[in-house]
């Protein structure tokens, strides 16, 4: 898992080379990972039920509005986000994509778009590729044992950007009700640090960055 260049508190392990397969082609990368991982803990089975089912909806992220005005502050928040993003991805369509999935998954898991975008700046850094030195892959460095236990095990799919998106958001949802609302406990098991600070601490100061009135 990563973390964003200059977030304190937290300790950073460099890593070696990686080639990874993505899609239908090999892609050849350096993506150095920081952080923890999620450890795995034996799921009730209504638990891994419900889990693999909110996995298994292969909706596509199109965003739904009630209304206009809900429409329109979408649109002001794809906007600012987008101005903000320019930085870690180039291109207009890369960054309007990659913001409609985070804006879809979150909803759909019931998380603050926020909570998620700083999540994935602490954990990749916003990169699709990053791996951590345990495994972790991905925009939200998911655990490849999750496709196992709620997916299809296929753990080359957690390259796959909405894949991704959808098991970090699912997951954090997850942890979120285990630890009955308490996000500081729960950002910890996400990162396998549960009770230690630096990591809720970055991803919570990361979260600023995104947060948006409009």
């Given at each position: 898992?990563?973390?964003?260049?200059?977030?304190?508190?937290?300790?950073?392990?460099?890593?070696?080379?990686?080639?990874?397969?993505?899609?239908?082609?090999?892609?050849?990368?350096l993506e150095q990972a920081w952080a923890?991982?999620?450890?795995?803990?034996?799921?009730?089975?209504?638990?891994?039920?419900?889990?693999?089912?909110?996995?298994?909806?292969?909706?596509p992220p199109v965003p739904e509005f009630?209304?206009?005005?809900?429409?329109?502050?979408?649109?002001?928040?794809?906007?600012?986000?987008?101005?903000?993003?320019?930085?870690?991805?180039?291109?207009?369509?890369?960054?309007?994509?990659?913001?409609?999935?985070?804006?879809?998954?979150?909803?759909?898991?019931?998380?603050?778009?926020?909570?998620?975008?700083?999540?994935?700046?602490?954990?990749?850094?916003?990169?699709?590729?990053?791996?951590?030195?345990?495994?972790?892959?991905?925009?939200?460095?998911?655990?490849?044992?999750?496709?196992?236990?709620?997916?299809?095990?296929?753990?080359?799919?957690?390259?796959?950007?909405?894949?991704?998106?959808?098991?970090?958001?699912?997951?954090?949802?997850?942890?979120?009700?285990?630890?009955?609302?308490?996000?500081?406990?729960?950002?910890?098991?996400?990162?396998?640090?549960?009770?230690?600070?630096?990591?809720?601490?970055?991803?919570?100061?990361?979260?600023?960055?995104?947060?948006?009135?409009?």
């Amino acid at each position: 898992m990563a973390v964003a260049a200059g977030l304190p508190g937290v300790n950073r392990r460099s890593f070696g080379l990686l080639s990874l397969l993505a899609g239908a082609g090999l892609l050849s990368t350096l993506e150095q990972a920081w952080a923890g991982a999620q450890i795995e803990e034996p799921l009730a089975d209504a638990v891994r039920t419900a889990l693999s089912a909110a996995i298994a909806n292969n909706a596509p992220p199109v965003p739904e509005f009630a209304n206009t005005e809900a429409r329109l502050h979408y649109l002001r928040w794809l906007g600012a986000m987008s101005e903000r993003l320019k930085k870690k991805k180039h291109e207009w369509q890369v960054r309007k994509e990659f913001l409609q999935t985070v804006w879809y998954e979150s909803k759909r898991a019931g998380l603050d778009t926020s909570l998620v975008l700083g999540l994935i700046q602490v954990e990749s850094n916003f990169r699709k590729f990053a791996v951590s030195s345990v495994g972790a892959r991905g925009y939200m460095q998911v655990m490849p044992f999750w496709t196992r236990v709620i997916g299809d095990g296929d753990a080359g799919k957690l390259f796959h950007m909405q894949t991704n998106l959808r098991f970090g958001c699912v997951i954090l949802r997850h942890y979120l009700e285990r630890e009955r609302g308490d996000l500081f406990m729960a950002l910890g098991r996400y990162n396998g640090s549960r009770g230690k600070a630096p990591y809720p601490d970055a991803v919570l100061a990361a979260r600023r960055q995104w947060e948006f009135a409009g």
